[in-house]
């Protein structure tokens, strides 16, 4: 398995532009996890969608960040407009629930967004 | 509430030392643990885990044991090698009837010197 794809890997930006990140979890799994993480507030849950289906969203800083999951397959993390401060690195992870308990995620390589 | 808290960092500890990083947590129910590793430039990734109480997690020479009655999942390793240096993330999760639900540690940096 090629494991959690996220695009692209850097991105550099200037403020007030739109910013599209993308992922591809690991197939079969039913959960999506998006994530940023910075050295200021280390590693914070933005969104997790179940089959597709947004289940929580209380980690979206603000109305700018939107996210989809149009399939199974690919999900993406918008922010329109972008920030200076948005500048961090956003992880994708996948899991798969099983009845024999919580399984592990499974992260992405992240994406290194700069916003100048 | 439902929460992970790790020993802060960073720790720098020479070559072959022995290394602890402290876990506790508070949770309703019964969370499986983990503990997740990153490397510089890397995702996290999982470094080992333990689903129920008493038991050990190993991998890599390092090993957790949930410890249901002071809720905490302590990493060890015996003797530290210059690749261990990376940052080292405690996390719980469980399933509940609206979803499973996951908490991160804070992360610990480690930094060993030869």
């Known amino acids: 398995d090629a494991g959690v794809i996220q695009s692209p890997r850097h991105e550099v930006t200037e403020m007030g532009q739109e910013v599209t990140l993308r992922c591809k979890p690991i197939?079969?799994?039913?959960?999506l996890f998006w994530y940023r993480q910075t050295m200021m507030r280390g590693l914070e849950l933005l969104i997790y969608?179940?089959?597709?289906?947004?289940?929580?969203d209380s980690g979206m800083p603000e109305d700018r960040f939107s996210a989809k999951m149009p399939n199974a397959s690919f999900s993406t993390l918008k922010i329109q407009p972008s920030e200076p401060r948005d500048s961090a690195v956003y992880f994708c992870?996948?899991?798969?629930?099983?009845?024999?308990?919580?399984?592990?995620?499974?992260f992405g390589p992240g994406t290194r967004l700069t916003v100048l | 509430g439902n929460s992970v808290t790790q020993m802060e960092g960073p720790v720098t500890l020479s070559e072959e030392a022995f290394l602890t990083i402290n876990c506790t947590y508070t949770a309703t129910g019964y969370p499986s643990l983990f503990w997740y590793v990153q490397y510089p430039g890397e995702g996290l990734q999982l470094l080992l885990k333990?689903?129920?109480?008493?038991d050990k997690g190993s991998n890599k020479g390092f090993e957790a044991t949930y410890r249901k009655e002071t809720t905490s999942f302590h990493l060890e390793k015996g003797s530290v090698q210059v690749s261990d240096s990376a940052v080292y993330f405690c996390a719980l999760g469980f399933s509940t009837n609206t979803g499973n639900q996951f908490y991160f540690g804070t992360g610990t940096s480690l930094t060993v010197i030869p």
């Open positions: 992870a996948s899991s798969l629930w099983t009845s024999g308990g919580y399984n592990e995620q499974f």
């Open positions: 969608f179940n089959n597709n289906v947004p289940i929580d």
């Open positions: 197939s079969g799994h039913d959960y």
């Open positions: 333990a689903t129920k109480a008493d």
